[in-house]
């Protein structure tokens, strides 16, 4: 009897459960509001959008394998506005939102480095490729490191 009544109070709590799961949300019963859906076919652009009650759009127009610009947007379960915009083109694919991350900041070093190299663009070049005239390619400078000297060890250099 008692594994009768244990099993019963299993299956009560497991049905309970089922029914207060999230098929009670708001996003369960999320209706469309509006839908658009257009495609032409003599130029093949497509345009789409579509709106439910919980927040949820989403709009997009193209021509199909061309170009794509739209956006969407949603609400996170703590209630947040996402929203996207986004263009696919020859560039690929370019999203921007606010919750997107973004790339760390260029160190001050390196942007000094290639404003330099951007000023000095002789200096940058020069003795890199000695086609034709013998060497290895990487200038006068690496040459006197790169030369055994008769002593012996190719990377001594005397003084």
């Not at 049905?15 to 859906?37: C, F, K, L, M, T």
């Not at 190299?117 to 940058?124: A, D, F, I, L, Y």
């Not at 034709?132 to 001594?156: C, I, K, R």
């Amino acid at each position: 009897m008692f594994k009768i009544q244990l099993v019963v109070l299993v299956a009560a709590v497991f049905v309970g459960a089922v029914q207060s799961a999230p098929s009670d949300s708001a996003d369960a019963h999320a209706e469309i509001r509006s839908y658009v859906n257009e495609l032409k076919q003599d130029d093949n652009s497509y345009k789409y959008q579509f709106e439910t009650s919980n927040g949820i759009a989403q709009q997009e127009q193209g021509v199909g394998g061309y170009y794509a610009s739209g956006s969407s947007q949603y609400y996170t379960p703590d209630g947040q506005l996402i929203q996207l915009t986004y263009t696919a083109d020859e560039n690929g694919f370019q999203p921007q939102g606010e919750h997107l991350p973004t790339p760390h900041p260029i160190p001050e070093a390196i942007i000094k480095s290639l404003e330099w190299n951007r000023e000095h663009p002789e200096e940058e070049n020069e003795g890199q490729y000695n086609h034709g005239h013998g060497g290895n390619g990487y200038g006068e400078q690496a040459n006197q490191f790169l030369q055994a000297p008769a002593s012996g060890l190719p990377y001594e250099k005397k003084i």
